[in-house]
């Protein structure tokens, strides 16, 4: 084993010495130290040890893993440039040129079609209770569905919400049925990074509740959408998935426009990049919110506008857009 970790280092510090890309780095991270690396793996292994195995294996296991974040930090912060793209630093910035961000837009374009199909646009608390967050989703303690979203949990005893979808209880709360709100915001998990996984992303929410709401009144509105923002049909699929607080749950999928579907380090070669979480509101839901289960249903759907960004102006890497760099920004061709 101290062989294997050893060249892990060795092959680590190879890699690293080839990275000119902060985005290339932070790659290497998550395959080396990431949740599905082989260091992970070892770590893992530990607990199936004997207590002296752990003590004799455990101190040289995590001085590896702190040797390889050492190498990955002390590469990122000798990097010329965190954004590798060449500019001419002597451009005096004239505010008056300022441009939207890319997510700002694809927020707006997708607002404005849901106003004019009759939504109020709401917004919630970035700081969120396991209540709103969780529990009142159909989501209560140990359920494992709060494995699929890393919190980061506060100190005093709220959490960064992972969805907006702790709006749909709000929702229902201050406006009760019939209902028709839209809630962009900005969400966050404590996720490994790469080509499309941020660890703080906007998400907008939908609701509708009314009576007689079905599954076409939900593919409607999300064909709609698709259509102001790209202006042109796309190939979408839709696949089951599952969500505690929607039943039937649906995930809707974007053929990648990086590579046409055919495949690539974006997509991580299957071709499609998971857009939107969506299905019909779960009636312990709708109870959580004091809305009449019996008389209403409804339909919700969380969109990732980081992701729909992405896809609209042909982004191949997600980190991109957090990276705050607005010289690299200002390079999409954003009308
Ligand atoms: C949800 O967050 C559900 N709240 C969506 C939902 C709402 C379902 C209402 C049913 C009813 P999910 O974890 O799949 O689901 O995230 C939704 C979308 O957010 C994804 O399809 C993706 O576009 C985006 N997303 C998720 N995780 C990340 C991430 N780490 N980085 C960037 N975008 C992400």
Redesign the pocket.
């Known amino acids: 084993m101290e062989k294997e970790l050893e060249n892990l280092l060795v092959s680590l510090k190879n890699e690293l010495d080839k990275c000119t890309k902060e985005f290339d780095v932070l790659n290497l991270k998550s395959k080396y130290l990431g949740k599905k690396s082989r260091l992970s793996e070892i770590l893992s292994e530990l607990k199936n040890m004997s207590v002296e195995d752990k003590r004799l294996y455990g101190s040289v296991i995590n001085n590896t893993k702190k040797q390889m974040e050492q190498e990955v930090n002390e590469k990122i912060e000798n990097l010329d440039s965190k954004v590798n793209i060449s500019f001419d630093d002597t451009i005096d910035y004239d505010v008056n040129n300022g441009s939207l961000h890319p997510v700002t837009i694809v927020a707006k374009e997708v607002t404005d079609c849901l106003k004019k199909m009759g939504f109020t646009v709401v917004s919630g608390p970035e700081m969120e209770s396991e209540y709103y967050n969780f529990e009142a989703l159909n989501v209560p303690k140990d359920h494992p569905a709060r494995d699929?979203?890393d919190t980061y949990y506060l100190d005093n005893g709220m959490l960064l919400r992972?969805?907006?979808?702790d709006n749909?209880i709000r929702g229902m709360e201050n406006y009760g049925a019939p209902l028709r709100i839209c809630a962009p915001g900005r969400?966050f998990?404590n996720?490994d990074l790469d080509a499309?996984?941020?660890?703080t992303?906007f998400?907008i929410?939908g609701m509708v509740i009314d009576k007689n709401i079905s599954i076409e009144n939900l593919m409607y509105v999300m064909q709609e959408l698709l259509k102001e923002v790209f202006h042109t049909n796309i190939k979408v699929r839709l696949r089951p998935?599952f969500?505690p607080?929607?039943e039937p749950?649906y995930?809707m999928d974007m053929s990648c426009v990086i590579c046409g579907g055919k495949g690539c380090p974006t997509c991580k070669n299957s071709g499609w990049i998971?857009?939107?979480?969506?299905?019909m509101v779960h009636p312990n839901v709708l109870r959580a919110g004091g809305i009449d289960s019996e008389q209403y249903t409804g339909f919700?759907?969380?969109?990732?506008l980081?992701?729909?960004a992405m896809m609209k102006y042909k982004i191949n890497d997600?980190r991109v857009l957090n990276s705050g760099d607005i010289r690299y920004l200002k390079n999409f061709d954003i009308k």
């Open positions: 699929m979203q992972t969805q907006t979808s749909q969400t998990r996720e499309n996984h941020e660890n992303f998400q929410e998935g969500f607080f929607t749950s995930e998971e857009l939107i979480g969506c299905g919700a759907f969380g969109i990732g980081t992701r729909l997600i």
